[in-house]
C-alpha cells in the first residue's frame, strides 16, 4: 500500500525546443544556481503524460496541447539526501519519465517565482545540455540531438 504522506518518487521531465535547435532552460530557485528543463513529481493518480502537461503550464504557462511527445525513455536514479525527507523512508530511487514539446519558435515563459528565478533560450541543442545541472537533463536534451547519452 502507498503512503500518500509522501512525495510519489516518480517525476517528468520536459525539454522545451524550437525546429532551430533552441532549448529552453529554466533556473531554480533552490538550490542556488540550480538549471533545468520542466520537470516535476507525479500526483498519486496521475499518468506521466497528465503530469507533463500539469508541469509545462505550472512552471512556463505554456499549453501543451497534442504537441508534447512521449520519448519513451525513463531513468531512474539516487534521492538526493537534501530531498529524501519529501519521500516514504524506503524510497531510495526515483524513476523520471522523458517528454519533448516543439514549438515553432521561442515563446516567453511567465515562471512560477515560487520554483524558478529566471530562464535562458540557449541556441543550441547541446548548449542547453551543457547548462544543465542534472545528468538526466543532459541526457534528454543530447537524445533529442541525436546525440550519444550517459546511462547512470
Not at 499518468?47 to 500539469?54: C, E, F, T
Not at 538526493?80 to 519529501?86: E, K, S, V
Not at 542547453?128 to 543532459?138: C, E, F, K, P, V
Request: proline share 7%; hydrophobic share 40%.
Amino acid at each position: 500500500m502507498t503512503n500518500r504522506r509522501y512525495k510519489r518518487p516518480e517525476s517528468v521531465l520536459v525539454v522545451v525546443y524550437t525546429p532551430a535547435g533552441e532549448v529552453l532552460m529554466l533556473r531554480r530557485k533552490s538550490p542556488d544556481d540550480f538549471w533545468q528543463s520542466v520537470t516535476g513529481s507525479l500526483r498519486w493518480g496521475e499518468s506521466p503524460l497528465q503530469a507533463a502537461r500539469r508541469e509545462l503550464y505550472e512552471e512556463t504557462r505554456l499549453m501543451a496541447g497534442c504537441a508534447l511527445i512521449d520519448l519513451h525513455h525513463q531513468v531512474e536514479f539516487p534521492i538526493i539526501t537534501p530531498w529524501r525527507a519529501r519521500y516514504a523512508p524506503n524510497a531510495r530511487t526515483n524513476r523520471e519519465h522523458w517528454f519533448a514539446l516543439p514549438l515553432n519558435s521561442r515563446r516567453i515563459p511567465h515562471l512560477n517565482p515560487t520554483e524558478h528565478t529566471a530562464y535562458r533560450w540557449l541556441s543550441t541543442l547541446e548548449k542547453g545540455a551543457q547548462l544543465a545541472t542534472s545528468w538526466t537533463n543532459r541526457d534528454a536534451i543530447r537524445l533529442l540531438a541525436g546525440r550519444p547519452i550517459r546511462y547512470a
